[in-house]
């Protein structure tokens, strides 16, 4: 049996220090503050980046992120696209294509009158598509002068536009949600409708075609139209992308995910970046995929480390998985070891004689699993996920974990937890205590009746209510606090109570003042009253005064009860936001933050539900020592 439990607590030990080895981004530069990735394109050697930005220029990078030319457009840069290996065309908000050499000379200008949706020339510089606003002709540009070498009618206005690297296709999003496919002349090969608006297209050498669509999905085509695969992602997708050969494709969404995609739709990597994500490029071979920001980010991955670390993430899951699996037979084998080493196995036999009582009770059993111990256990397993409901959750390990560690949110929450427990701990006890030795030595049983009653009828008020009155006592302007201060002549102390944040957390602690709660009344009074009537007429027989009586008989004997209620306050305090959420919202700033508000806010506003888990999978933990420690260090009269 110990080996089995050492066995046991191996298993929960590689569960927990499991996590993925992947390749982390390489923020390779950065564009300027409030510079957003509108466009990017790769060279055809791999050597050079293209990067259309928002404040009007194309900037082009070589492979170690050093900044070679600059080029100036006329407004927001929304398309480029390298022509041949010695120029550079760069669509406008402006109406103008624009040809660059790559050393930021201007070659030409063109002005096409309407705005540019898109520009794809081919590698071999010997024609470019161009879309313009509201136009169902596709326009087939030479980027050696600009002039307009033919049209391509599609029948519906286009909007995005993209060319083979070979020239041999060109792939075009339309606005009545068709994706066309022409040859590198113009003429429509198919048209295919999807469930969607289109965002993005991306064509490859053999004809395979990616759609990235509004509705949060990716499809791939092959030459004759047909859908090869759909592909769910987690939000509208930005931009696509393919590697030459069409197998792997590349996406980016705005929630900031980047995914790889095989073409057999198989999600083989995604990472997310602290901004919508809105531009991708495949290096020339797609050894290296390239990701802009809408915060000026750009964001570089080695495919096959990022591949190979996905990999190994799912080893490692599929790993902790099976742990789980053994390490739940496990503690079922110990159970039954454990019945029949104590001849307890007779309780099967027992149950089912009982089997109707027991099929009686089993709605609430039913109810008390579902709502109760499956989410909680829910919580701790996606605690190790970037966890997205309805979408695909990530293994993550033991990240989110780690991410605790260096949130300031949460460290500056544990500073005013530690205030708030403090305090709590004496809110719960003094008063309550104080209050339940005055009515226990009131001489009239009747008048002990009536102020329990009195104290107890304050429980109908509702919690948020309490909590909207001391708001209003604490308003700067119109509260009872700053009146009576300015009615005594004490106007210097007013105060904006919960606007400062040197004041705002004792604010928060004083509300509820005298602090006498109910239940903590109750359980010391009805100590009090369980005490022996001998002892204390043997003590005052003794000589002993009423302080020492309290000091000597009355605390002691109320250990049991004082254990229940810090055990109580422990967790209300670790657990409640709801006062600092309704009062504050944390701030102002972050003075009144605690780690369960953080826990709420990662949940519902930044819809970070496995960082959630972790964060209260880890009150949990905290809770459940602090319990421990305290059930072994504060015994009663009976233990």
Request: hydrophobic share 50%.
């Given at each position: 049996?110990?080996?089995?439990?050492?066995?046991?607590?191996?298993?929960?030990?590689?569960?927990?220090?499991?996590?993925?080895?992947?390749?982390?981004a390489q923020t390779a530069w950065n564009l300027e503050q409030g510079k957003s990735v509108t466009a990017m394109a790769m060279s055809p050697d791999g050597k050079l980046l293209a990067v259309g930005s928002s404040d009007t220029h194309v900037y082009l990078f070589d492979e170690a992120g050093k900044q070679i030319a600059v080029m100036k457009t006329g407004n927001v840069v929304t398309s480029v696209g390298f022509a041949g290996a010695d120029r550079l065309l760069a669509s406008s908000d402006d109406r103008s294509l624009y040809a660059f050499g790559l050393g930021g000379e201007l070659?030409?200008?063109?002005?096409?009158?309407?705005?540019?949706?898109?520009?794809?020339?081919?590698?071999?510089?010997?024609t470019a598509a161009v879309t313009v606003q509201n136009s169902s002709e596709l326009l087939l540009i030479d980027p050696a002068d600009g002039t307009t070498q033919g049209k391509a009618s599609l029948g519906a206005r286009a909007a995005?536009?993209?060319?083979?690297?070979?020239?041999?296709?060109?792939?075009v999003g339309g606005k009545d949600q068709n994706v066309y496919l022409l040859d590198g002349s113009g003429n429509v090969l198919f048209k295919a409708g999807m469930n969607g608006t289109i965002g993005s297209v991306a064509v490859s050498d053999e004809g395979r075609v990616a759609a990235g669509l509004t509705t949060s999905a990716v499809v791939l085509l092959d030459r004759d139209g047909g859908k090869l695969r759909e592909i769910a992602v987690l939000d509208s997708v930005k931009d696509v992308t393919l590697t030459p050969d069409g197998e792997t494709i590349g996406a980016a969404d705005y929630a900031g995910h980047f995914y790889l995609i095989s073409s057999s739709g198989k999600?083989?990597?995604?990472?997310?970046?602290?901004?919508?994500?809105?531009?991708?490029?495949?290096?020339?071979?797609?050894?290296?995929?390239?990701?802009?920001?809408?915060?000026?980010?750009?964001?570089?991955?080695?495919?096959?480390?990022?591949?190979?670390?996905?990999?190994?993430?799912?080893?490692?899951?599929?790993?902790?998985?099976?742990?789980?699996?053994?390490?739940?037979?496990?503690?079922i084998a110990a159970g039954l070891y454990l019945l029949k080493k104590y001849n307890r196995?007779?309780?099967?036999?027992?149950?089912?004689?009982?089997?109707?009582?027991?099929?009686?009770?089993?709605?609430?059993?039913?109810?008390?699993?579902?709502?109760?111990?499956?989410?909680?256990?829910?919580?701790?397993?996606?605690?190790?996920?970037?966890?997205?409901?309805?979408?695909?959750?990530?293994f993550v390990g033991l990240a989110n974990f780690r991410r605790i560690l260096s949130d300031d949110y949460v460290g500056k929450g544990i500073v005013n937890l530690g205030i708030l427990i403090v305090t709590g701990l004496l809110k719960a006890i003094v008063p309550p205590l104080f209050v339940a030795e005055l009515i226990y030595h009131l001489k009239s049983k009747r008048l002990q009746y009536y102020f329990?009653?009195?104290?107890?009828?304050?429980?109908?008020?509702?919690?948020?209510?309490?909590?909207?009155?001391?708001?209003?006592?604490?308003?700067?302007?119109?509260?009872?606090?700053?009146?009576?201060?300015?009615?005594?002549?004490?106007?210097?102390?007013?105060?904006?109570?919960?606007?400062?944040?040197?004041?705002?957390?004792?604010?928060?602690?004083?509300?509820?003042?005298?602090?006498?709660?109910?239940?903590?009344?109750?359980?010391?009074?009805?100590?009090?009253?369980?005490?022996?009537?001998?002892?204390?007429?043997?003590?005052?027989?003794?000589?002993?005064?009423?302080?020492?009586?309290?000091?000597?008989?009355?605390?002691?004997?109320l250990a049991g009860q004082f254990?229940?209620?810090?055990?109580?306050?422990?967790?209300?305090?670790?657990?409640?936001?709801?006062?600092?959420?309704?009062?504050?919202?944390?701030?102002?700033?972050?003075?009144?933050?605690?780690?369960?508000?953080?826990?709420?806010?990662?949940?519902?506003?930044f819809d970070e539900l496995g960082y959630a888990s972790a964060l209260g999978v880890s009150m949990f933990f905290v809770i459940l020592i602090i319990t421990v420690v305290n059930m072994k260090f504060l015994r009663s009269s009976q233990e």
């Open positions: 049996m110990r080996k089995a439990r050492k066995l046991g607590w191996a298993i929960i030990a590689l569960c927990l220090l499991l996590a993925p080895v992947s390749a982390r070659l030409w200008k063109q002005d096409l009158k309407k705005r540019v949706e898109g520009v794809a020339p081919s590698t071999d510089g010997s995005d536009v993209a060319a083979a690297p070979g020239g041999g296709y060109i792939a999600t083989i990597w995604q990472t997310q970046v602290p901004a919508p994500a809105t531009q991708l490029a495949f290096g020339a071979k797609g050894e290296t995929l390239y990701g802009g920001t809408e915060n000026g980010g750009i964001y570089s991955y080695d495919v096959e480390n990022v591949v190979a670390g996905a990999e190994s993430a799912a080893a490692q899951k599929r790993i902790v998985q099976i742990a789980a699996a053994a390490a739940a037979l496990l503690l196995l007779s309780v099967f036999k027992r149950i089912w004689q009982a089997k109707w009582i027991y099929l009686c009770l089993s709605p609430a059993f039913i109810l008390l699993i579902g709502f109760m111990y499956v989410p909680a256990l829910s919580g701790l397993y996606h605690s190790l996920y970037e966890w997205n409901p309805g979408g695909r959750s990530s329990r009653t009195a104290f107890v009828t304050s429980m109908i008020v509702p919690a948020v209510a309490l909590l909207l009155i001391w708001q209003n006592l604490y308003d700067p302007n119109v509260g009872l606090i700053n009146r009576f201060l300015e009615a005594v002549g004490l106007d210097g102390l007013t105060n904006s109570w919960l606007g400062d944040p040197k004041t705002a957390i004792w604010a928060v602690i004083f509300i509820g003042f005298p602090f006498v709660g109910i239940l903590q009344l109750l359980v010391l009074y009805s100590g009090l009253i369980g005490i022996p009537d001998e002892l204390i007429e043997a003590a005052k027989m003794d000589g002993a005064r009423l302080p020492r009586i309290i000091r000597s008989i009355h605390l002691p004997l254990k229940f209620l810090i055990i109580l306050t422990l967790i209300g305090v670790i657990q409640d936001f709801n006062a600092i959420l309704i009062v504050t919202g944390g701030g102002p700033m972050d003075s009144t933050y605690v780690p369960a508000l953080q826990m709420y806010y990662a949940a519902t506003k």
